[in-house]
Nanobody, 123 residues
Framework: QVQLVESGGGLVQPGGSLRLSCAAS????????IGWFRQAPGKEREGVSC????????YYADSVKGRFTISRGNAKNTVYLQMNSLKPEDTAVYYC????????????????WGQGTQVTVSS
């Protein structure tokens, strides 16, 4: 089994920015739709954003539209989530996975969740 690896989280003040990265060693991701998901304490995991494979279509949850931007790296093995104007309610563990719109599809070989990266927005 291969896991996607998330990185780039941290502690940031409200209004700040972070860029998350999602990568898979030995795999290119451009043939997969890749998305970001998050889970806050006591809440279910929710879809945040997804970028399609070839057409580059993007999808965003209403709560992050206009603040977050998903993109692919030039090396084709990384997907980024640029998060601006962060709010305390964005605090969560962020995960990446294959997706269809804002739903995790867990496609082979990425059939399990990674460790995620913690994002904490607090003053």
């Amino acid at each position: 089994q291969v896991q996607l690896v998330e990185s780039g989280g941290g502690l940031v003040q409200p209004g700040g920015s972070l860029r998350l990265s999602c990568a898979a060693s030995g795999f290119t991701l451009d043939s997969y739709a890749i998305g970001w998901f998050r889970q806050a304490p006591g809440k279910e995991r929710e879809g945040v954003s997804c970028i399609s494979s070839s057409a580059g279509r993007t999808y965003y949850a209403d709560s992050v539209k206009g603040r977050f931007t998903i993109s692919r790296g030039n090396a084709k093995n990384t997907v980024y989530l640029q998060m601006n104007s962060l709010k305390p309610e964005d605090t969560a563990v962020y995960y990446c996975a294959t997706c269809y719109k804002l739903i995790a599809t867990m496609m082979t070989p990425f059939r399990s969740w990674g460790q995620g990266t913690q994002v904490t927005v607090s003053s």
